[in-house]
């Protein structure tokens, strides 16, 4: 299904929407991300992948929002990494507009193996770290054009966002609160990007809305078990978390049916 508007859902359909939201807020709020990733790929096969990319807007900014407010954080975060989170909003209509002239399972199968890779490096604690302060801004850049760029073709914030984030040294709070930041103004770039392109109807809006409330209930228990678990054992639980993700991604972008 290509079309920007649903037909009229059944009981399955909704079923699993709302469980697919719960599952994805689930992780998101384990581990700062997930919640793109999960969705898109459960309900893309099911509804298609714009009306799965429109269904996620509401969810997806306010969790978001919540993310990007919670820590302590925020003004440290803005301070370093401003360029990088300029260019990844600015930066996610570039993909959005020129979507049609590449094949969106072929992009989002690679950004799944590039999740997938970068968590088997975590596991095996190979990190890139940006040591010198004036690498920053210009690498930050750079990530965040092709962040954008990637957001606006697949619906997913994460590649390379995350990679740079963690680079930069972050605490597990900062970097879970930079996460939510990038991908709160991603949100915004893609929504205004669908909304360009007559891709938002009323039905998807509605829906978009109704599953708010799986999404945080999702969240609020992942929240719970992150505050209990010490920084270490997050680590692992992101990397195994971002393993998992990116297989599961690729799988279900290139999976003909």
């Known amino acids: 299904m290509t079309s ?6 059944d009981p399955t359909i909704v079923t699993m929407i709302v469980l697919t939201f719960f599952v994805g807020g689930l992780v998101k709020g384990l581990t700062g991300l997930g919640l793109p990733p999960v969705v898109l790929g459960i309900l893309t096969a099911a509804i298609g992948i714009q009306p799965a990319k429109a269904l996620i807007l509401v969810p997806t ?12 954080h925020g003004r440290k ?19 959005a507009f020129t979507l049609s002239y590449f094949r969106a399972d072929v992009m989002s199968a690679l950004l799944g193996l590039g999740l997938a890779v970068y968590g088997v ?13 004036k690498w920053h801004h210009p690498v930050g850049v750079l990530s965040g054009a092709t962040n954008g760029f990637l ?6 914030s994460a590649v390379p966002g995350v990679f740079y984030l963690q680079s930069l040294g972050l605490s597990r709070d900062e970097l ?10 991603s949100t915004v770039g893609l929504t205004w990007s669908l909304q360009a392109q007559d891709l938002l109807g009323a039905q998807l809006a509605v829906m978009s809305a109704v599953s708010l409330a799986p999404a945080f209930l999702g969240m609020s228990i992942g929240n719970r078990i ?6 270490e054992k997050f680590r692992k639980v992101l990397f195994i978390s971002l393993l998992l993700l990116g297989l599961y991604v690729a799988v279900q972008s290139l999976n003909p049916w």
């Open 4 to 9: 920007s508007h649903l037909q009229p859902l």
């Open 61 to 72: 900014f306010l969790t978001n929002v919540l993310q990007a407010s919670s820590g302590g």
């Open 77 to 95: 975060v803005v301070r370093i990494t401003w360029p990088f989170l300029l260019a990844a909003t600015v930066f996610t209509a570039s993909g």
């Open 121 to 133: 490096l975590g596991l095996f604690r190979f990190r890139v770290n940006i040591r010198h302060r």
């Open 151 to 156: 957001t606006g073709m697949t619906g997913s």
């Open 176 to 185: 879970v609160q930079g996460m939510g930041i990038l991908f709160t103004l």
């Open 226 to 231: 992150r505050k209990g678990i010490s920084e």
